[in-house]
């Protein structure tokens, strides 16, 4: 039942390294991770940081790749991953010290946005970070042509999904209370955000 995906084998490292600077010293906090897909990333990084407790999560019924990377992988650190839709009404735990989505926003509806900084603000306090990463719009640039079509794509499969307007987004933060800290131009047109409180 392990799924595979090419794109999280190749941004794995470059989204680690990003991790590598935010991520707490200290041993035992948790991660949160929102629309953990495979799997691949939530072994890639438990066994990377293995002093932190990792928390894979997804929508019901798409944990079984998950469970079986996570079962495969054998890591103490690497929890049983739970279901979890941005539209449930709280967080699946109560406390984290980063919340990160990988490409889930530009799949799922434009809401989820502001639903996954309101769990973010339940789940994170003062000072923790929540790390997105995938393409982006922004509002002084045009899109790079591989997006572009990458766009095209998905709101052809579902035209509710599709890039979101970086300024959309932290405008949505802002509203939770984030503010944004860094962005980390990564390869193959895609950046990593971050945003604290
Ligand atoms: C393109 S995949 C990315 C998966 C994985 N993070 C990666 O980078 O390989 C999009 C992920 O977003 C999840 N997703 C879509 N809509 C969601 C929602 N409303 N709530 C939670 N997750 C959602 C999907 O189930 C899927 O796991």
């Not at 799997?39 to 798409?62: S, Y």
């Not at 996570?70 to 739970?82: F, K, S, V, Y």
Request: charged share 25%; aromatic share 10%; with cysteine.
């Amino acid at each position: 039942m392990k799924q595979f995906s090419k794109a999280c084998e190749r941004n794995t490292e470059p989204i680690a390294e990003v991790l590598a600077e935010l991520l707490p010293a200290a041993d035992g906090g948790l991660v949160v991770e929102v629309g953990s897909g495979t799997g691949q990333h939530a072994v890639a990084f438990a066994r990377r940081f293995p002093h932190l407790l990792w928390q894979p999560t997804n929508r019901p019924g798409r944990l079984a790749s998950i469970e079986a990377w996570r079962r495969d992988a054998g890591l103490e650190n690497l929890l049983t991953p739970l279901p979890f839709d941005l539209f449930d009404d709280d967080p699946p735990v109560e406390h984290a010290e980063l919340v990160m989505a990988i490409n889930v926003i530009h799949i799922a509806p434009f809401e989820a946005t502001d639903k996954l900084f309101e769990h973010a603000a339940q789940l994170l306090s003062v000072g923790s970070p929540i790390l997105l990463y995938g393409p982006y719009r922004y509002r002084d640039r045009s899109l790079e042509p591989s997006n572009e079509r990458f766009d095209a794509f998905l709101k052809k499969r579902d035209p509710e999904s599709g890039l979101r307007l970086f300024e959309d987004v932290d405008a949505i933060a802002s509203n939770h209370g984030f503010k944004h800290v860094q962005t980390r131009r990564l390869p193959a047109n895609n950046d990593a955000h971050w945003w604290m409180r």
